[in-house]
Nanobody
Framework: VQLQASGGGLVQGGGSLRVSCAAS????????MGWFRQAPGKEREFVAA????????YYADSVKGRFTISRDNAKNTVYLQMNSLKPEDTAVYYC????????????????WGQGTQVTVSS
């Protein structure tokens, strides 16, 4: 599986941004997908995850109510809509394919995209 993230950029605090992750292959609808982020000098952290059909979503407490994960299986794409952005949301955002284990752990994912930079100015 190859993942290509896009849509990052520079946005003012309080603004919105949507990042996308396109997957190769014809089995995208078999994958639980997740988004993680890593800020400079910090460990990678879980942001959100979505089940195969998109019926169930999971969020980190820090983004709950502001971010929305969704997917379009016909387009092999998962999205992360980010609203009310804060400077502390600045990070490289990565999409990943879940393999096994907790959705909240990076070690549970076995394919990763290259990341897209999101910078939120104050």
């Amino acid at each position: 599986v190859q993942l290509q993230a896009s849509g990052g950029g520079l946005v003012q605090g309080g603004g919105s941004l949507r990042v996308s992750c396109a997957a190769s292959g014809r089995t995208f609808n078999r994958y639980i997908m997740g988004w993680f982020r890593q800020a400079p000098g910090k460990e990678r952290e879980f942001v959100a995850a979505i089940t195969k059909s998109g019926g169930t979503t999971y969020y980190a407490d820090s983004v709950k109510g502001r971010f929305t994960i969704s997917r379009d299986n016909a387009k092999n794409t998962v999205y992360l809509q980010m609203n009310s952005l804060k400077p502390e949301d600045t990070a490289v955002y990565y999409c990943a394919v879940h393999n096994s284990g907790s959705y909240f752990w990076g070690s549970s994912y076995n394919y990763w995209g290259q990341g897209t930079q999101v910078t939120v100015s104050s």
